[in-house]
Nanobody, 121 residues
Framework: QVQLVESGGGLVQAGASLRLSCAAS???????MGWFRQAPGKEREFVAA???????YYTDSVKGRFTISRDNGKNTVYLQMNSLKPEDTAVYYC????????????????WGQGTQVTVSS
């Protein structure tokens, strides 16, 4: 089982960009990788996923603004976030060891510790 470490979060103004990274302790080349987020008082929600053949999926609210990508050579998945909005404020989690539906958090067995993203208006 791999371990995941997210990084790249921070405090930015609305309209800015951030790139989150998720570094895995082992190979992710055959793994579907997901990004989820959880805002205070809300349930964890799906943001994006990328399959091992690099098919990508996004929740509607981030389509056209966020891009998920992977570098199997570096065992790392990225989430490029552009045109950030205050409603994007949340702790962002990377996940893998997937079985089920890519948009359901319960389908993933391994999670990182999360990285905070705060977008001010």
């Amino acid at each position: 089982q791999v371990q995941l470490v997210e990084s790249g979060g921070g405090l930015v103004q609305a309209g800015a960009s951030l790139r989150l990274s998720c570094a895995a302790s082992g190979s992710i080349s055959r793994k579907t990788m997901g990004w989820f987020r959880q805002a205070p008082g809300k349930e964890r929600e799906f943001v994006a996923a990328i399959t091992w053949i690099s098919l990508t999926y996004y929740t509607d609210s981030v389509k056209g603004r966020f891009t998920i990508s992977r570098d199997n050579g570096k065992n790392t998945v990225y989430l490029q976030m552009n045109s950030l909005k205050p409603e994007d404020t949340a702790v962002y989690y990377c996940a893998t060891d997937y079985s089920g539906f890519y948009y359901e958090s319960g389908s993933y067995g391994t999670w990182g510790q999360g990285t905070q993203v705060t977008v001010s208006s």
